[in-house]
Every structure is written in structure tokens, then in C-alpha cells.
């Protein structure tokens, strides 16, 4: 004769669950995964390259409702730095361009990452005072970033114009020159590849569709559309979309999605040497291996899921980049796109446990987390393995927003949005 326990049968009548299956009174059976990750880009599969790596758990499936580096990760313009102002952000930034340093003999892939520089441009005095005070904060947490005259900016990144007579004229620039680039879906690539070999499974299309939630609350399995997955630990990893996924475990999110584009231009012979980007005049600029110029545009003034956004967005930085590089103005433009963010109030992550037991979110990067990739997905691996944060990632907790400890970083990370 089977025996339910009354707790299961009580769950049963209250929750309705369509795959309920009777509780023995012996131990509960193993879940099929030890961790479900939702969402397959670089952070997602990141988390599971570490989960197996660092933490021996490789039971893990990657799920994502796309193709895998099909969201953000394949559609930035991979531009890598730490020279953040506090010293929470320096902490986390600057933990993963460590991890950069290594990536490519960790994965045994080349993710093509460059430490050709990374440039910020100022154009008034509140651009050289706040920029300068980067420069000191920085240095003072041990992060590499120096102060240039425009003369030096300019044997730095010879294309750059440094006319007076420029509209925005540039008068002197913060360089960190461990900062760079990387080939954005390598990235994806290569993590993949090393989860897999470690026995991660990695299931494309395949959405999440419900979070479900046992006794007490905690998941115990997510629905997606192939099929129930069960597992007692859930990472949600889904860049743009980490509202309509959180709200699956009634959880509401201080979070808002936008789109943001880039562009790229016909290919040409290697021209320019570093990234240059400015936050004042809305451009952002480095050269691909392929020869392409790839360029940052701003963000839609208004929310969005649509990953594309509109056409006076990148007009307005194409007019920057033509004054900044007279030199590029008779270029042709190949192709555009668009990505959907999610943005905080205070321009920082969240990386953290939530109120709901075996559910974990890493989210809210906004325009900048691509530099991040291996030291969110290290940190986020650690929080899900020993289900505390990090010391890196402890200030990055979801309810700071409920107790008012803002990290604030929007000056630094806003970039040119
Ligand atoms: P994604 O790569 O977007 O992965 C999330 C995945 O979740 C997606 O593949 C999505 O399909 C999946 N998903 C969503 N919902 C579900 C669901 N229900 N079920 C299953 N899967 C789901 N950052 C920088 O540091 N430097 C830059 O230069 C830079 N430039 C940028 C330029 C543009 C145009 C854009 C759009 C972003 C830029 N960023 C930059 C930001 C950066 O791209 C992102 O912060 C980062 O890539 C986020 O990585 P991710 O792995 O979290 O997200
Ligand atoms: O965070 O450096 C950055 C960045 C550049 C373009 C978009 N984000």
C-alpha cells in the first residue's frame, strides 16, 4: 500500500502541480540536475564552466530558449576594463579582466583577447576632474589607469583629431592599458566547449516557461517548452529578460530593459590600435581582427524588448565619430543591431541569493557586462555552490535596494548612454 506524507498530500490540494507524484516516506528522490542554469550566453555558461571547475558540480544544465551566444554576449562590441571608480566595482571588474588574462590557455580556446588599451576621452573640465578622480581612485585600488595630454592621447590612437576647433575638442584622455577587446561569441564558444567536456548539458531551444516551487517555497523544478527539468538550485542568467523570468517566481525585479545598438563598417586594412570611447559626445570605437571598425551607439530613450532600436540612435554617434576621426567620414557602414539590456537604479549588478530558497540571480549589467563575463560567472558559481556571495560579490546583493545601500556607479559605468 502506498504511504503519503500529509505534507504532500496538503502541497497536492493547494498547489494543484500537474506532475505531482506521491511522496514515499523514504528519502525524497535526487533531482535530475544539481543546478539548472536559465540562459545560455557567456555568464550562463560561464556559471557552469566554474560550477564543474571550482566546485565539482557538473550535474548542471545550461538552458536557453535561443541558440547560445545568441543574446547580448554575440552582440557587444567586447570592450573589456576595470577602471571603475568604487571600490566594490574595481573589486568585481578588475577580478574578471584577472580571469581574462588566463581565459584562453583555462579554455583551451582563443578568445582573442587584446590588451591593446582602452581610452576615455575628456572634452571639458568636469570630463578631465572626473576622470582624474578615476585615475586616483583607481590606482589607489591597485588598478592600472594613467592620465594623457591630448598630444599623448593622440601618438597613442594617431587617427584621433585633437583640433581646437573642434566642436567637443579633446583635452586629454585616461588610459588603462590593460583593458581591451576579446571575440564575443569565442567567448560563448569556449566556455561551452569546456563545460560540455566536463559533462555539462547544453540544451538550446529550450525557454524556460514557470519556475515551480515545493514545500516552503523553494524550486523544485523549472517547466520549459520540452519538457519538466527537476533540480533544488536555479540560476537565472538572462540579460534583458530577467524580469519576465524572476516574475515566474513571483519575484518583481528593481530592474528596467532598453535596447542598445552598435554598428559595424566594411572591413578595412588594421587602422586603429586601441578602443577609444566618449562618454560625453555618445561614441565608442576599436578595429575587430576582420578589419571591421566596431562602433557603440546609445541606448533607446524609452523601454523595449525589441532587440533592435531606433535609427537617429546610431546617426547621432556616426556625426561623433566623423568629428573625433575626420578620417573615417567616407567609410560605409555594413550593418547594425540591437541588444536589450537590463539597467538597476544604480547602474551596478546584481549577483546574489534571493528571497526564494534555491533560486540565484545575476543580472542588471546594463550596457557593460561583457568585461564581466569570467568574474560573474566565477562569483556566481561560488554563490550557488556554497549558497552564500563572495566577498567580491557580497556588496551586489539583490535587497540593497530594499535597505538603501546603493553601489552608484553610474558615472563610471553608464558609459556613453
Ligand atoms: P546574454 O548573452 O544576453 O545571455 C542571456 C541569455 O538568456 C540569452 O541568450 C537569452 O536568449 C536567454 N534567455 C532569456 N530568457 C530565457 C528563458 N526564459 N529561457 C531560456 N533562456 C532565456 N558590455 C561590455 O562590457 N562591453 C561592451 O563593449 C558592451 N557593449 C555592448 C553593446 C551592445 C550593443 C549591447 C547590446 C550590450 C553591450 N554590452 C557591453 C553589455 C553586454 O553585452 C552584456 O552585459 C553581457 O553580454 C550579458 O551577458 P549575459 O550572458 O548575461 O547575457
Ligand atoms: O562598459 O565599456 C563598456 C561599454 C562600452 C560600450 C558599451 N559598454
Known sequence: MQRFSALALIRHAFTGHK????????????????????????????????????????????LEKGW???????????????????????????????LWEGLSQAL?????????????????????????????????????????????AKAFCPPLNIEASMRYPVIGAALQRRGGVARHDAVAWG?????????VDIIENCAVTAIRRGVGGAVEAVETTRGAIETRKVGV???????????????????????LQALVSEPVKPIFPCVVMSNTIHAYISQSDKGELVIGAGTDAYVSY???????????????????????????MLRNWGGIVDVTPDRSPIIGKTSVAGLYVNCGWGTGGFKATPGSGHLFAWTLAKDEPHPINAPF???????????????AAAVAH
Open 397 to 411: 546583493r539583490l535587497d540593497r535596494f530594499r535597505d538603501g545601500y546603493l553601489i552608484d556607479e553610474a558615472a
Open 19 to 62: 506532475t505531482w507524484r506521491p511522496q514515499w516516506r523514504s528519502p525524497e528522490p535526487k533531482p535530475r540536475y544539481d543546478a539548472v542554469i536559465i540562459g545560455g550566453g557567456g555568464h550562463g555558461l560561464a556559471t557552469a564552466y566554474y560550477l564543474a571547475t571550482e566546485f565539482g558540480i557538473a550535474n548542471v544544465a545550461v
Open 68 to 98: 547560445i551566444g545568441g543574446g547580448n554576449t554575440g552582440r557587444n562590441t567586447t570592450i573589456i576594463r576595470s577602471n571603475y571608480l568604487f571600490d566594490e566595482s574595481a573589486a568585481l571588474y578588475d577580478h574578471a579582466v584577472k
Open 237 to 259: 542568467v538572462a540579460a534583458g529578460n530577467t524580469s519576465t523570468v524572476m516574475a515566474m517566481a513571483d519575484l518583481r525585479m528593481p530592474l528596467e530593459s532598453y535596447p
Open 191 to 199: 566556455y561551452a566547449r569546456a563545460a560540455d567536456a566536463l559533462g
Open 306 to 332: 525589441t532587440q533592435r532600436g531606433a535609427l537617429h540612435v546610431p546617426m547621432h554617434t556616426l556625426e561623433a565619430i566623423c568629428e573625433l576621426f575626420p578620417i573615417f567620414r567616407r567609410l560605409r
Open 108 to 152: 583551451n580556446y582563443n578568445v582573442m583577447f587584446s590588451q591593446r588599451g582602452v581610452m576615455m576621452l575628456a572634452h571639458n573640465v568636469h570630463d578631465q576632474q572626473s576622470l582624474k578622480r578615476h585615475v586616483h581612485a583607481n590606482r589607489l585600488n591597485g588598478v592600472d589607469n594613467e592620465w594623457l595630454s591630448a598630444p599623448a
